[in-house]
């Protein structure tokens, strides 16, 4: 089984500049979770999708966020424009449907943006 | 709110010997507690999770873990360590009535001499 693709790995750019990620969930997996891993803390949740659709963004600062998964299949993470303290690693992670509360989340390696 | 506390930021052991990385958390519901491992530039890796049950749960690489409801804690306990351990790891929590995506704990990194 393929597990959570994500590119890139790495990613370096300037403030006020504009990003993107992508991750493509296993084959099968109806839900997707963006996390945000900051150095030294515990990755936190930014947006989590069950197919197409949104089930929670509380956490997104939407100001400069945006995330689509519009076929329900991959999903893109966007900054738009970055500022310094979004330096971080950002996870995907994907999961059976939303219902099998026990499902464990299966991580993508993350992407890891430096802002300058 | 759903909350998990991992108290030590650091956790030391010689190879060959018991380890423990400890674990509480926080939720209005019954918990599903997962266990994480996290290599350098790699993504998490799932140990194991308590969902009902038995509450001494075995997982990957011999880990395990003991849910304590009265004490609030899923603590991760290994019977003898290895320098391969040597990991930062993770405590998360689902709350099954609110049907959330997980919660992380701050991690703990394990570190381990031969």
């Known amino acids: 089984e393929a597990g959570v693709a994500q590119s890139p790995r790495y990613k370096i750019i300037e403030k006020r500049q504009s990003v993107a990620f992508w991750c493509n969930p296993i084959?099968?997996?109806?839900?997707l979770y963006w996390y945000q891993q900051i150095l030294g803390q515990g990755p936190k949740l930014l947006i989590q999708?069950?197919?197409?659709?949104?089930?929670?963004d509380s956490q997104l600062p939407k100001d400069r966020f945006s995330a689509e998964r519009l076929k329900g299949v991959d999903s893109t993470l966007k900054i738009q424009p970055a500022k310094l303290e979004d330096s971080a690693v950002y996870l995907c992670?994907?999961?059976?449907?939303?219902?099998?509360?026990?499902?464990?989340?299966?991580f993508g390696n993350g992407t890891r943006l430096t802002v300058t | 709110a759903q909350s998990v506390a991992q108290p030590e930021d650091q956790v030391n052991v010689a190879e060959g010997n018991p380890l423990t990385v400890k674990c509480t958390y926080s939720?209005?519901?019954?918990?599903?507690l997962f266990w994480y491992v996290q290599y350098p530039n790699r993504g998490l890796q799932f140990l194991l999770k308590y969902i009902t049950g038995d509450n001494l749960v075995k997982g990957s690489y011999g880990f395990e873990a003991e849910f304590n409801k009265s004490q609030t804690s899923f603590h991760l306990k290994k019977p003898s360590a290895l320098v391969s351990d040597s990991a930062l790891y993770f405590c998360?929590?689902?709350?099954?009535?609110?049907?959330?995506?997980?919660?992380f704990g701050k991690g703990t990194t394990l570190s381990e001499s031969s």
């Open positions: 999708f069950q197919n197409n659709g949104v089930v929670d």
């Open positions: 939720v209005s519901g019954n918990p599903y």
């Open positions: 992670a994907s999961s059976l449907d939303q219902g099998t509360l026990g499902a464990p989340l299966h």
């Open positions: 084959s099968g997996h109806a839900t």
């Open positions: 998360a929590v689902r709350d099954w009535q609110a049907g959330t995506a997980l919660i």
